[in-house]
C-alpha cells in the first residue's frame, strides 16, 4: 500500500472547519525546544480584498490537532503571516509523531488553519528553519550606508560563529535601515 504524504487525523480540529491550511513537517526535531521559522512573502501577492483572515496555529499530538497556546507562540513578526518575517514557537513536550498511521513519516507538524477568505493571505515563497535577525552595528560607516537596502545574498558570514552553525544564507534585502537622528 502506498504511503500518505500529510498526516492522516481526525476530531474536532480536522481540515473541513477551514477555509485552508499550511501543513509544515519537521524532520529531525525533538520537542520540547524553541523553533524559530522565516516565512518569505513572493513578492507583489500581498492582497487587499479586504481583511486579512484569522490565522490559528496547532501541533499534531496523537493524530488530533492541538492549538498551541498563546504563550507558546514566542514571537510573530510576519503578523499572522502578512508579511514577511519570524515566527518563534515554543514547541511542546506533549507534541509527538503522532499514532502508527502517521508515525512512518517520522515527522512533527504544524498546521496554520486559516478561518476567513484565505484568498486574502500573500503566496508564501519559502519557509525557512533556524531563523535569526541581523542587526547592523555602525563603525562610523559613511551615511550614505543606509540610502539602499542590503541585496539578498550580501550577509554570508557572522562576526563570531558557533560551532552548531554550519552555514548561513540572507534570503531577503534587508529592511528598517535608517540614519541616526542629530
Known amino acids: ?16 472547519l477551514f ?3 499550511l501543513l509544515i513537517g519537521l524532520a529531525g526535531v525533538e520537542a520540547p525546544q524553541q523553533l524559530a521559522l522565516f516565512f518569505q512573502i513572493l513578492d507583489g501577492s500581498n492582497t487587499e480584498f479586504g481583511p486579512p ?3 490559528t496555529w496547532s501541533y499534531l499530538q496523537k493524530d488530533n490537532w492541538k492549538i498551541f497556546p498563546k504563550d507558546e507562540l514566542m514571537a510573530d513578526s510576519t503578523y499572522s503571516l502578512q508579511n514577511k518575517g519570524i515566527i518563534i514557537f515554543d514547541l511542546p513536550s506533549d507534541m509527538d509523531l503522532g499514532t502508527e498511521q502517521n508515525q512512518e513519516l517520522n515527522l512533527l507538524w504544524l498546521r496554520a488553519s486559516i478561518t476567513g477568505t484565505a484568498i486574502n ?3 508564501i515563497a519559502a519557509i ?15 551615511p550614505e550606508h543606509y540610502t539602499q537596502p542590503l541585496p539578498a545574498g550580501t550577509i554570508s558570514k557572522m562576526v563570531s560563529k558557533p560551532a552548531q ?8 534585502a534587508t529592511t528598517g535601515a535608517r540614519q541616526t537622528e542629530l
Open 1 to 16: 500500500s502506498l504511503g500518505n504524504l500529510f498526516p492522516q487525523f481526525k476530531g474536532p480540529l480536522s481540515s473541513s
Open 128 to 142: 525557512s528553519p533556524n531563523a535569526v535577525t541581523a542587526t547592523f552595528s555602525d563603525q562610523d560607516n559613511s
Open 165 to 172: 552553525i554550519s552555514t548561513l544564507s540572507q534570503p531577503v
Open 53 to 55: 483572515p484569522t490565522v
Open 121 to 123: 493571505l500573500p503566496r
Open 19 to 21: 477555509e485552508g491550511q
